[in-house]
């Protein structure tokens, strides 16, 4: 059976401290309790006093969790907390992973002239560059529990997306009359659109609409493309983490280059008719600048695991990674390899995971590794057991040669699922381009595959990340005989967005009391909203139900809930299609209890 992130308890066994040998310059012998075995490694490998990218992680969060897990709202948005509601009870929206760093051992860090490059709440540490003096000091420091390598990769230049995409402007069809039977135009991406039938879910009204989607990427550098003007429109959230600023584009003096974020972008959200038309278009976004394409080590998993937590702070639903990984050398202990693909032994899966847990979907391309008799080809996070891990097909439906294979290394299908990643029609990178080129990878079919998730959301936003997964499964071409090549199959947009509708309720964390304490009715998020909203609501004991929605004049317009329904957590979809813009008011019936709250609709 797959294991879900939302059964899974990833910190609460403490990290285990182990005895290593460190050979220092004089030859003289100490042990340190405090130092990973891959640092170990490192130092007693290297002679001189060269800077290592590290992990340095705390003993505790201070005295004042117990406060800070009673209030959330401190450091999560509204959105995020409605979000976590779909997978977690109540009164357990946070954990400990969730508390902020202790901020004096923060400071004692840059106290002693370290610089912090990133900070990870999630697994109680921050990174740095430190030599080996540096890290001896750092050990020193009574509130240092562990210090260990920050995991790197290098993308390879023979990878597809590199060596073989060619930068040649395809003929826009804008003036062409739309001949497909759909409401939409969409040019030259009618063929992609098709192959997962999504464009049938559009004309029923569906584009990802009240969605915010995150997009991790080695920067956008062209975001002024027509195929961005309605995402620029409604405004979206950015920060670069390489270089820790909020620009994602390219920048003089800056490291990075943005031409392929430009591309996997506008496979999600991109809008432009006649040109090209991707399943989210009407999703909000989070833009995360998490590689750098001017090193030999362009993704490193502290950019990453930062970026995940700062989006699921701000309440992105699903995040679309392209993350990849080779070995530097063979037998490197810089970098994983095929045998870490267990879904538990690589930092960023396991951070991976814990994003799924708390409610967010994770889409990560398989890899562009291709074929291996004898063992899987995946890049991590892909080998997450709650990660939606994305294949490749070509326009035929045949697996793509370049794409990674599974299984992982404790027996389980990878990849997920499977969209074009053959010939894609891309938006141009480069600042100024208006035109179209096409792409090849899994890093394309990643993004399509996310886009289509923010479909289903918008048809259901109850649903969690583990039911999103089951509902793709479920309906993707090779459910009934999944393999390591190409997992369940090709996705349906449509028919996973129709099976998707018939799941209701929230799933709350198995293994924990999921029943609520008593009866409560929460504010619809969005609010205000255009055209849909999601209401949530608590039941402390089975009872007759009733959620109906008035106009300001007391007029019932809508009966969303009518039934006898069990005590738990509950989440329902008002569409206000039908009604003109302004105030309603949805009322919930539940025995002796009864409550009104006020939500605008605004077209």
């Not at 066994?13 to 490694?41: D, E, R």
């Not at 260990?148 to 993308?155: E, N, Q």
């Not at 005989?481 to 996973?496: K, Q």
Request: charged fraction near 20%; include cysteine; glycine fraction near 8%.
């Amino acid at each position: 059976m797959e294991k879900s992130s939302s059964h899974r308890n990833f910190f609460i066994i403490p990290l285990i401290a182990v005895t290593f040998l460190i050979i220092t310059g004089s030859n003289n012998f100490t042990y340190n309790f405090k130092l990973g075995k891959v640092l170990n490694s490192q130092l007693s490998s290297f002679s001189g006093n060269q800077n290592f990218l590290v992990w340095v992680t705390f003993r505790d969060k201070g005295s004042n969790v117990s406060d800070l897990l009673d209030n959330p709202q401190r450091y999560l948005t509204e959105r995020a907390i409605q979000r976590r509601m779909k997978v977690k009870p109540a009164d357990a929206l946070v954990d400990y992973t969730d508390i902020p760093l202790n901020e004096s051992y923060v400071t004692g860090i840059t106290q002693s002239g370290l610089k912090i490059k990133n900070r990870s709440k999630w697994f109680n540490s921050i990174s740095c560059y430190a030599d080996r003096n540096q890290i001896e000091e750092l050990a020193s420091k009574d509130y240092v529990s562990r210090i260990d390598l920050v995991r790197t990769f290098r993308k390879d230049n023979d990878d597809i997306e590199f060596k073989n995409n060619v930068q040649e402007n395809i003929e826009q069809n804008s003036s062409i009359e739309n001949d497909a039977p759909y409401v939409l135009n969409y040019g030259n991406s009618i063929n992609q659109m098709e192959l997962i039938n999504a464009p049938t879910a559009h004309d029923s009204g569906y584009y990802g609409q009240g969605v915010i989607v995150a997009s991790f990427d080695a920067g956008f550098d062209n975001l002024q493309h027509p195929c961005f003007d309605s995402l620029r429109a409604r405004g979206f959230r950015s920060y670069d983490f390489v270089n820790h600023d909020t620009i994602v584009g390219n920048e003089n003096g800056q490291m990075g280059e943005g031409s392929h974020g430009t591309e996997t972008l506008s496979l999600v959200g991109g809008y432009k008719p006649g040109s090209l038309i991707s399943p989210a278009f009407r999703s909000s976004f989070i833009l995360a600048k998490t590689e750098n394409t001017d090193s030999e080590t362009p993704v490193e998993e502290d950019n990453w695991i930062a970026a995940a937590e700062w989006v699921d702070s701000l309440g992105a639903d699903v995040i679309t990674s392209s993350v990849g990984y080779l070995d530097m050398d063979p037998g490197s202990s810089h970098s994983y390899d095929w045998t870490w693909m267990n879904g538990d032994s690589c930092v960023i899966t396991i951070g991976a995971d814990l994003a799924v847990n708390k409610g967010i979907i994770v889409c990560n391309s398989a890899g562009n590794e291709g074929y291996n008799a004898s063992h899987n080809t995946l890049i991590a996070p892909a080998d997450g057991d709650s990660v939606i891990t994305v294949g490749s097909v070509n326009s035929n439906r045949n697996r793509s040669s370049f794409s990674s294979v599974g299984l992982t290394t404790d027996g389980r299908i990878k990849p997920d699922l499977c969209a074009l990643g053959s010939g894609n029609v891309v938006a141009s990178p480069g600042a100024g381009n208006t035109g179209y080129t096409s792409g090849s990878g899994t890093s394309f079919s990643c993004p399509m595959t996310a886009g289509v998730c923010a479909v289903i959301l918008s048809a259901n936003y109850s649903l969690t990340p583990m039911q999103v997964l089951q509902v793709l499964r479920q309906t993707a071409d090779s459910s009934a005989t999944p393999n390591r090549l190409r997992g369940w199959g090709l996705i349906n947009c449509w028919e996973a967005l129709k099976l998707g509708r018939t799941l209701t309720g929230v799933n709350p964390v198995s293994g924990v009391n999921t029943v609520p304490k008593g009866f409560s009715l929460s504010q619809n998020y969005p609010n205000p909203f255009n055209p849909a909203t999601v209401i949530n609501y608590e039941l402390g004991t089975s009872s007759d139900v009733k959620l109906k929605v008035y106009d300001v004049l007391g007029n019932e317009i809508a009966t969303l809930v009518n039934k006898k329904q069990d005590a738990g957590f509950y989440s329902v979809k008002f569409d206000g299609s039908r009604f003109s813009s302004g105030i309603y008011f949805y009322t919930l019936t539940s025995g002796n209890f009864a409550q009104t709250k006020k939500m605008l609709l605004v077209k």
